[in-house]
């Protein structure tokens, strides 16, 4: 199947978790006018699903049926997007620790991650579409004429993290945090299916080197130039 980014433009922000494609790919977007697709929440929401379903994370048909059938929607509420999960809003719950964990382990199943492909070409907006996740430039939008790959040292995202949890008013321990994030990096690099690699015509930028500002000015002078914006 063609990924709708031959005629649509697409700008792909890849990346570990905590190199700060969140936040990046928001004030591209908004910079723009353009949607966002946010590829990590549908994991997190596969994974979300399988735990209150009681499904077994070792049982790869039961999980790839859940992704077929994933009854979610992501509505604007002016401030960002809330994530509902047949009805319920889950915003925040997809956000823990525990569904990241889980989308980790969901996301190397071939079947959970062929359900999802369709599902994120779909998603576009009146102008253009920012997509943010792993292989948002390798496998789903191989055509974007703009590939970003964000990283950072495993301690720097670690500690964003902290910091994001604390301002939640959430305790948690930076050598744990970092612990962690290894465990997610080596498996989202090692997994058989679509793993985390840049693309080989991406811009890789460090962002524990440049301010968010820094690296939003590298980005838009890309797609100024590539888009003629
Ligand atoms: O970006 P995130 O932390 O919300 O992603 C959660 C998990 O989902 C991450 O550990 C890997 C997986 N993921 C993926 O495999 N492919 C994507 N395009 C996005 C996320």
Redesign the pocket.
């Known amino acids: 199947m063609k990924s709708k980014s031959e005629n649509f433009p697409v700008i792909t922000i ?1 990346g570990p ?2 190199s700060g ?2 936040t990046i790919t928001e004030r591209i977007a908004s910079n723009l006018g353009w949607e966002i697709l ?7 929401l596969v ?1 979300l699903a399988a735990i209150r379903e009681g499904v077994d994370f070792n049982d790869e048909i039961r999980l790839a049926r859940i992704a077929e059938t994933l009854d979610v929607s992501f509505v604007p509420n002016g401030d960002g997007v809330d994530v509902f999960l047949k009805g319920d809003n889950v915003s925040d719950l ?2 823990n620790e525990e ?3 889980c ?2 382990k ?3 199943i071939n079947g959970v ?1 062929n359900a999802l492909l369709a599902r ?1 070409r779909k998603f576009s907006g009146p102008d253009g579409l920012v997509a ?5 430039g390798t496998v ?1 939008f191989p055509e974007a004429k703009v590939k970003v790959y964000l990283t950072a040292s495993a301690k720097i995202r670690a500690e964003r993290r902290l910091n994001q949890l604390k301002n939640q008013g959430v305790n948690a321990n930076l050598a744990s945090l970092i612990e962690d994030i290894e465990e ?1 990096d080596k ?2 690099t090692t ?1 058989k299916v ?1 793993p ?1 690699i840049p693309a080989a015509d991406a811009i890789i930028i460090d962002t524990g080197k440049s301010s968010i500002d820094e690296v939003v000015s590298q980005i838009m002078k890309l797609v100024e130039k590539v888009y003629k914006y």
Not at 38 to 44: E, I, K, T, V
Not at 132 to 136: F, L, P, Q, S, V
């Open positions: 890849d978790a905590g494609k969140g946010d590829s990590g929440a549908l994991y997190r994974g997809i956000r569904c990241g964990s989308a980790s969901v996301a190397a991650r994120q943010d996740g792993r292989d948002m789903i997610r498996r989202d997994r679509a985390l």
